[in-house]
């Protein structure tokens, strides 16, 4: 997968907001070579992202239905992962490093890939540092 990175959820939903893109234009940009991939909890925590910002009024019921159209056009690849994995391992690297398993699901990808992440989360990109993954740097 050469080129490939781990993408966290705190980057492609800032992708919705003016305020939030200009920090992550480049790894959008990016991904016109490269692909993207996410942990199987990724489809269900941008839907909430977007649900909880269309119900604080950050978005519109037509700008949520934008976005869904615009994610699903980007070469993002959902990972699979096991219900033991999630309940073992993952939460064991949450646990090592002081994360949400949400969180360490992303961790624990780039890890076993040994993939860069792109991430704003400050807690997920300091676990990665500490874990020896390499921060994504378009």
């Known amino acids: 997968m050469p080129g490939a990175f781990v993408l966290d959820n705190s980057v492609a939903i800032s992708w919705c907001f003016p305020e939030e893109r200009r920090a992550t234009l480049?790894?959008?940009d990016s991904l016109?070579?490269?692909e993207a991939l996410v942990p199987s909890i990724w489809p269900l925590e941008l839907g909430n992202a977007l649900a909880v910002a269309e119900r604080g009024k950050r978005l519109t019921a037509g700008d949520l239905s934008g976005f869904l159209s615009f994610f699903s056009q980007l070469p993002i690849r959902v990972e699979p992962e096991t219900p033991s994995r999630q309940l073992?391992?993952?939460?064991s690297l949450a646990r090592e490093h002081g994360l949400s398993t949400y969180d360490a699901s992303?961790?624990?990808l780039a890890m076993r890939l040994a993939l860069p992440l792109a991430s704003l989360d400050k807690d997920l990109s300091?676990?990665?540092r500490r874990a020896g993954v390499k921060e994504f740097r378009p």
């Open 26 to 28: 480049a790894v959008l």
């Open 32 to 34: 016109a070579t490269r």
């Open 88 to 91: 073992k391992q993952i939460l």
């Open 106 to 108: 992303y961790l624990d």
């Open 126 to 128: 300091r676990a990665a």
